[in-house]
């Protein structure tokens, strides 16, 4: 009994509860701690109520300022948005089809299975930004050109939004040259060619001939009420930002709403023909004083016939860059021609007031005297001083494969508040660069018999867009797990170099664009230059 007792009391003695009791002091610190805890929640809680009943007066104070938004681009919208609201009903109903159609097929042809292509996937996005015009097809084009804003798959799928649209009649051309030019139309032009040489969503272009001169030109003409359509179109995009903004704060960091602002004054731009004309006189004054109007040109533009809504320009005549035949009939070397032309682009970069932002064949030719001829001046972009040095050590480290270098200007360039380890991004980027020489390319040749059995032979380069577009994704991806965000201008300028990798490829496939010493990168001669602009 007695031991007994003992052991129950030794073992009641070792019990922490007893421990606690026998101990005063324990018992006042572990009622302490109680109490601490317990206030600790309640400041966490209060703090979390506090925080929440703040960003809800934050969401009631914006009310007001929301609805006059809305109710004031209502009203600038006026009785326009009605009627885009009715082609946007139909647009949704067409796509809805088929989608609808593609799901049976697809259903049918994998045994009930349902396919995974959602109606909102960026497939039937994309087909229905083509379906609603102008003004969709030039923000699926702007989703195309910013990878540091939008997801991959959307990026990947809008590459493929065309601006292709049916010609309107060649009467509302007449009607609408006449409203601009304020005088009959054969006082001015001795011959204008009814059948349009290209429409796209906003403009179609027709050739004429110049009654004072002779001289060829092509007119290209804004198609009749693209500007009600585009302000009706912008005006119910801004609305939905501004709700999605309201909706989820997080959105107002991204600056969702400047982004808006930004996309409407840059597509407002592309209607006034006149700023294309500006833009235009200022590559040929540039190619004047670099002494590169040998080398290349631009078309003039005659400013007694063009307007707001009208640009009569100079005919230039020659082939792209990518008709290997034509071209060698007009040079004999036509790796010189891509130097000319490479020497010429990266100069405008920094010595001239903007730059040509798409360079695909359409817009880059070899005209018929030798020069290359820089076409559609819509889309060009500038670029600050600051992000051209960041992407002349970035342009200078990938040519020599130097990753650290090419890291560090990457972090120059991109905004971030994070400290960023060089060496884990260097090993990153080199990953992505060791994989460009595995794009798959391929030299397409054609021949065809002419009446008098002579064979030509024409060739084009094929390179596979989605390896380059997805080469572009990985080097943006990457670069914001590191906290990086890119301004636009460096999508629009690795998006030029893209295409000149695939002339290169084709006109000089043994040449290192980059590391040529014929090739000028470096600021040296244009820096010399800078003085000039304000």
Known sequence: MASAAMRGGASLSRSPLLLHLRNPKATIRAVRFRKSNRIRVLS?????????????????????????????????????????????????IGVSGEWLNDLSQQTGNSSGRIPNQQL??????????????????KLGQFVASAPTLFPSEYVEEFQNCFDRAPAVSFSQIERILKEELQRPLDSVYE?????????????????????????????????????DILVADLNFVYVVSRVLEFLNPELKRMSLVGIIKDIKESMIEETDFRKEASNIESFRTYLERMGLDKQAKAPFVYTHCSTKRVLTMERLYGVPLTDLDSIREFVDDPEVTLVNALNVWFGSLISCESFHADVHAGNLWLLR?????????????????KTWAAMEIFLGSF???????????????????????????????????????????????ATARGPNAATAVSANVLVDDRQMNALFLDLVRVSES??????????????????????TRLL???????????ISVVSNRRMRNMNSFP
Do not use: W
């Open 482 to 503: 590191y906290g990086l965000r890119f301004p636009r201008e460096f999508a629009l300028l690795m998006k030029q170099l893209l295409y000149f990798d695939r002339y």
């Open 191 to 227: 011959y204008i060619d009814p059948e349009p040489i290209a429409s796209a969503s906003i403009a179609q272009v027709h050739a004429a001939r110049l009654k004072s001169s002779g001289k060829e030109v092509v007119i290209k003409v804004l198609k009749p009420g693209i500007e």
């Open 120 to 137: 909102l996937s960026p497939l039937y996005l994309r087909k229905l930004f083509e379906r609603m015009g102008a003004t969709y097809i």
């Open 508 to 518: 000089a496939p043994n040449m290192n664009m980059l590391q040529d010493q014929r």
């Open 369 to 385: 005297d030798g020069r290359i001829g820089f076409l559609d001046f819509g889309i060009v972009g500038r670029i600050s001083p």
């Open 44 to 92: 966490q809680y209060s703090q979390a109520r506090d925080s929440s009943s703040r960003i809800i007066q934050e969401r009631i104070n914006e009310l007001p300022k929301l609805f006059e938004d809305i109710i004031q681009t209502s009203i600038n919208t006026g009785p326009r948005g009605a009627l885009r609201f009715v082609q946007g009903v139909q647009a949704v």
């Open 399 to 445: 040519a020599t494969e130097d990753y650290e270098s090419m890291a560090v200007s990457l972090i120059e360039m991109g905004a971030t508040g994070k400290n960023v380890d060089v060496k884990a991004f260097a090993n990153d980027l080199e990953k992505i660069f060791s994989s460009i020489q595995e794009l798959d390319t391929e030299i397409v040749v």
